[in-house]
Protein backbone atom coordinates (compact mmCIF):
# COMPACT_ATOMS: atom_id res chain seq x y z
CA UNK A 1 0.00 0.00 0.00
CA UNK A 2 1.35 3.02 -0.61
CA UNK A 3 1.87 5.47 1.95
CA UNK A 4 0.45 9.15 1.80
CA UNK A 5 3.77 10.65 2.89
CA UNK A 6 5.66 8.73 -0.09
CA UNK A 7 8.50 11.82 -0.53
CA UNK A 8 8.43 11.86 -4.40
CA UNK A 9 4.52 11.86 -4.35
CA UNK A 10 4.29 15.40 -4.95
CA UNK A 11 6.98 15.97 -6.86
CA UNK A 12 5.43 13.24 -9.50
CA UNK A 13 1.74 15.07 -8.71
CA UNK A 14 3.33 18.09 -10.14
CA UNK A 15 5.71 17.00 -13.17
CA UNK A 16 2.73 14.88 -14.56
CA UNK A 17 0.77 18.07 -14.65
CA UNK A 18 3.30 19.86 -16.29
CA UNK A 19 3.19 16.84 -18.77
CA UNK A 20 -0.71 16.37 -19.09
CA UNK A 21 -2.08 19.54 -18.95
CA UNK A 22 -0.19 21.31 -21.58
CA UNK A 23 -0.87 17.63 -23.59
CA UNK A 24 -4.85 18.22 -22.99
CA UNK A 25 -5.58 21.34 -21.06
CA UNK A 26 -6.71 21.72 -17.29
CA UNK A 27 -10.19 22.07 -18.32
CA UNK A 28 -9.97 17.89 -19.65
CA UNK A 29 -7.14 16.74 -17.22
CA UNK A 30 -9.00 15.33 -14.64
CA UNK A 31 -7.85 14.15 -10.43
CA UNK A 32 -8.05 10.72 -11.63
CA UNK A 33 -5.54 11.28 -14.93
CA UNK A 34 -2.95 13.09 -12.74
CA UNK A 35 -3.13 10.30 -10.78
CA UNK A 36 -2.52 7.66 -13.24
CA UNK A 37 0.56 10.06 -15.02
CA UNK A 38 1.96 10.41 -11.77
CA UNK A 39 1.63 6.85 -10.29
CA UNK A 40 0.26 7.99 -7.58
CA UNK A 41 -3.37 7.12 -5.51
CA UNK A 42 -6.15 9.19 -5.27
CA UNK A 43 -5.01 9.18 -1.41
CA UNK A 44 -2.15 10.25 -1.97
CA UNK A 45 -3.41 13.65 -3.91
CA UNK A 46 -5.56 14.35 -1.97
CA UNK A 47 -3.08 14.29 1.30
CA UNK A 48 -1.25 16.75 -0.65
CA UNK A 49 -3.35 19.03 -2.43
CA UNK A 50 -6.65 19.79 -1.26
CA UNK A 51 -8.26 20.01 -4.69
CA UNK A 52 -7.60 19.53 -8.71
CA UNK A 53 -7.69 23.66 -8.59
CA UNK A 54 -5.09 23.49 -5.73
CA UNK A 55 -2.88 21.73 -8.00
CA UNK A 56 -3.08 23.75 -10.48
CA UNK A 57 -1.33 26.73 -8.88
CA UNK A 58 1.15 24.56 -7.17
CA UNK A 59 1.64 23.14 -10.49
CA UNK A 60 2.20 26.79 -11.88
CA UNK A 61 4.75 28.00 -8.96
CA UNK A 62 6.21 24.64 -10.21
CA UNK A 63 6.54 25.75 -13.50
CA UNK A 64 7.75 29.49 -12.30
CA UNK A 65 10.98 27.73 -10.36
CA UNK A 66 12.21 24.93 -13.08
CA UNK A 67 11.95 27.57 -15.78
CA UNK A 68 13.28 30.16 -13.92
CA UNK A 69 15.98 27.65 -13.54
CA UNK A 70 16.41 26.39 -16.74
CA UNK A 71 16.23 30.44 -18.48
CA UNK A 72 18.91 31.38 -16.07
CA UNK A 73 21.55 28.81 -17.54
CA UNK A 74 20.79 29.68 -21.13
CA UNK A 75 23.97 30.86 -22.95
CA UNK A 76 22.66 34.39 -24.07
CA UNK A 77 23.61 35.27 -20.79
CA UNK A 78 27.35 35.65 -21.32
CA UNK A 79 26.72 38.38 -23.75
CA UNK A 80 28.74 41.46 -22.31
CA UNK A 81 25.94 43.60 -24.23
CA UNK A 82 22.93 43.79 -23.10
CA UNK A 83 20.41 44.33 -26.46
CA UNK A 84 23.19 40.87 -27.43
CA UNK A 85 21.48 39.32 -24.07
CA UNK A 86 17.87 40.76 -25.80
CA UNK A 87 18.11 39.28 -28.80
CA UNK A 88 19.87 36.65 -27.71
CA UNK A 89 17.14 35.00 -25.14
CA UNK A 90 14.57 35.12 -28.40
CA UNK A 91 16.98 33.18 -30.49
CA UNK A 92 16.75 30.44 -27.40
CA UNK A 93 12.91 31.24 -27.59
CA UNK A 94 13.45 30.12 -31.41
CA UNK A 95 16.10 27.67 -30.81
CA UNK A 96 13.94 25.54 -27.78
CA UNK A 97 11.10 24.77 -30.21
CA UNK A 98 11.87 21.12 -30.18
CA UNK A 99 9.92 17.92 -30.27
CA UNK A 100 6.23 17.41 -29.77
CA UNK A 101 3.86 20.26 -29.02
CA UNK A 102 3.90 19.82 -25.00
CA UNK A 103 7.00 19.67 -25.11
CA UNK A 104 7.32 23.62 -26.25
CA UNK A 105 4.22 25.03 -25.04
CA UNK A 106 3.62 27.07 -22.02
CA UNK A 107 1.61 25.44 -18.70
CA UNK A 108 0.89 28.59 -17.71
CA UNK A 109 -0.37 29.87 -21.23
CA UNK A 110 -2.14 27.19 -21.61
CA UNK A 111 -4.30 27.39 -18.33
CA UNK A 112 -4.85 30.56 -17.97
CA UNK A 113 -6.70 30.71 -21.43
CA UNK A 114 -9.12 27.94 -19.89
CA UNK A 115 -9.25 29.84 -16.27
CA UNK A 116 -8.98 33.29 -15.92
CA UNK A 117 -12.44 33.69 -15.64
CA UNK A 118 -13.52 31.18 -13.57
CA UNK A 119 -10.34 30.42 -11.17
CA UNK A 120 -8.84 33.42 -9.99
CA UNK A 121 -6.11 31.77 -7.81
CA UNK A 122 -4.69 30.50 -10.95
CA UNK A 123 -5.17 33.10 -12.93
CA UNK A 124 -3.31 34.75 -10.34
CA UNK A 125 -0.51 32.34 -9.77
CA UNK A 126 -0.39 31.81 -14.40
CA UNK A 127 -0.10 36.08 -13.90
CA UNK A 128 2.82 35.83 -11.51
CA UNK A 129 5.20 33.12 -13.53
CA UNK A 130 4.52 34.94 -16.76
CA UNK A 131 4.93 38.46 -15.32
CA UNK A 132 8.13 37.25 -13.16
CA UNK A 133 9.74 35.86 -16.59
CA UNK A 134 9.06 39.18 -18.37
CA UNK A 135 10.63 40.98 -15.58
CA UNK A 136 14.20 39.13 -16.14
CA UNK A 137 13.80 39.94 -20.20
CA UNK A 138 12.79 43.80 -18.92
CA UNK A 139 16.28 43.96 -16.93
CA UNK A 140 18.15 43.43 -20.02
CA UNK A 141 16.34 45.62 -21.93
CA UNK A 142 16.52 48.27 -19.43
CA UNK A 143 20.00 48.25 -19.65
CA UNK A 144 20.00 48.02 -23.28
CA UNK A 145 18.25 50.97 -23.36
CA UNK A 146 20.47 52.70 -20.28
CA UNK A 147 23.48 51.84 -22.68
CA UNK A 148 22.14 53.58 -25.77
CA UNK A 149 21.48 56.70 -23.91
CA UNK A 150 17.63 56.00 -25.08
CA UNK A 151 14.53 57.60 -23.73
CA UNK A 152 11.60 56.05 -26.38
CA UNK A 153 8.19 56.91 -25.61
CA UNK A 154 7.92 52.75 -24.51
CA UNK A 155 9.39 51.00 -21.41
CA UNK A 156 11.08 48.43 -21.29
CA UNK A 157 8.49 46.44 -19.20
CA UNK A 158 5.73 46.74 -22.09
CA UNK A 159 8.83 45.81 -24.36
CA UNK A 160 9.13 42.73 -21.80
CA UNK A 161 5.40 41.97 -21.85
CA UNK A 162 5.45 42.40 -25.86
CA UNK A 163 7.80 39.45 -25.61
CA UNK A 164 5.84 37.35 -24.09
CA UNK A 165 2.67 38.10 -26.21
CA UNK A 166 4.17 37.04 -29.06
CA UNK A 167 5.49 33.94 -27.38
CA UNK A 168 2.09 33.03 -26.51
CA UNK A 169 0.45 33.75 -29.37
CA UNK A 170 3.34 32.04 -31.35
CA UNK A 171 2.17 28.55 -29.29
CA UNK A 172 -1.92 29.45 -29.95
CA UNK A 173 -0.59 29.26 -33.89
CA UNK A 174 1.07 26.54 -33.64
CA UNK A 175 -1.68 24.41 -31.83
CA UNK A 176 -4.07 25.48 -34.34
CA UNK A 177 -2.42 24.85 -37.19
CA UNK A 178 -0.43 21.53 -35.80
CA UNK A 179 2.93 23.24 -37.59
CA UNK A 180 5.58 24.42 -35.62
CA UNK A 181 7.42 26.64 -38.32
CA UNK A 182 4.89 29.46 -37.96
CA UNK A 183 5.72 29.90 -34.13
CA UNK A 184 9.24 30.14 -35.30
CA UNK A 185 8.39 32.43 -37.81
CA UNK A 186 6.64 34.76 -35.18
CA UNK A 187 9.94 34.54 -33.06
CA UNK A 188 11.98 35.24 -36.13
CA UNK A 189 9.71 38.36 -36.85
CA UNK A 190 10.14 39.50 -32.90
CA UNK A 191 13.68 39.77 -33.30
CA UNK A 192 13.23 41.91 -36.24
CA UNK A 193 11.15 44.00 -34.58
CA UNK A 194 13.35 44.62 -31.31
CA UNK A 195 16.46 44.77 -33.68
CA UNK A 196 14.20 47.61 -35.50
CA UNK A 197 13.37 49.05 -32.61
CA UNK A 198 16.54 49.75 -30.83
CA UNK A 199 18.04 50.63 -34.29
CA UNK A 200 15.72 53.17 -35.06
CA UNK A 201 16.20 54.48 -31.84
CA UNK A 202 19.91 54.24 -31.72
CA UNK A 203 19.23 56.54 -35.62
CA UNK A 204 16.97 59.38 -33.71
CA UNK A 205 19.60 59.77 -30.65
CA UNK A 206 22.14 60.36 -32.92
CA UNK A 207 20.04 63.30 -34.54
CA UNK A 208 18.66 64.63 -31.24
CA UNK A 209 19.59 68.26 -31.31
CA UNK A 210 21.44 69.44 -28.60
CA UNK A 211 19.06 71.62 -26.23
CA UNK A 212 20.15 75.68 -25.72
CA UNK A 213 20.04 76.40 -22.10
Do not use: N
Amino acid sequence: MESHDKPDARSALLSAALRVIRTQGYSATSVDTLCRAAGVTKGAFFHHFASKEALAVAAAQHWAITTDAFFAAAPYHAHPDALDRVLGYIDFRRAILQGELPDYTCLVGTMVQETYATAPAIRDACAASITGHAARVEADIAAAMADRGLRPGWTARSLALHTQAVLQGAFILAKATGDVTVAADSIGHLRRYVELLFSQDDAAADHTPERRS
